[in-house]
């Protein structure tokens, strides 16, 4: 479970460092070191959810978890941001209609 969590604050950090994903959890620039800092969290957070796994299973066991438990947390974070109501001014992305006749 601590895996699982430490997986989804480092993907989710990692998301906060890129414009695009950024830009629906607010409207307000990222500052370089900000970045920087998101995307050393970020990895140091998935990093360091390997030990849990390890302590639990065994190494060859944890690194397998470790793999399941990362693959959980990126689908985690990717349906909270596709699913987020977006703060850009305008539609939402999912909204557009596509036009079959161009």
């Known amino acids: 479970m601590l ?12 998301a906060s460092a890129m414009d695009r994903h950024r830009s629906v959890l607010t409207t307000r620039p990222l500052r370089p070191r900000l970045r920087t800092a998101l995307r050393a969290a970020g990895a140091l957070a998935l990093a360091s959810a390997l030990l849990p796994c390890i302590a639990a299973w065994g190494p060859a066991q944890g690194a397998v978890g470790w793999f399941g438990a990362l693959s959980a947390g990126a689908a985690v974070v990717l349906l909270t941001l596709r699913y987020a109501p977006s703060r ?4 939402h992305p999912s909204s557009k209609k596509s036009d079959p006749c161009p």
Do not use: I, K, N, S
């Open 3 to 14: 895996a699982l969590l430490l997986c989804v604050a480092g993907f989710a950090a990692l």
């Open 88 to 91: 850009r001014p305008g539609p």
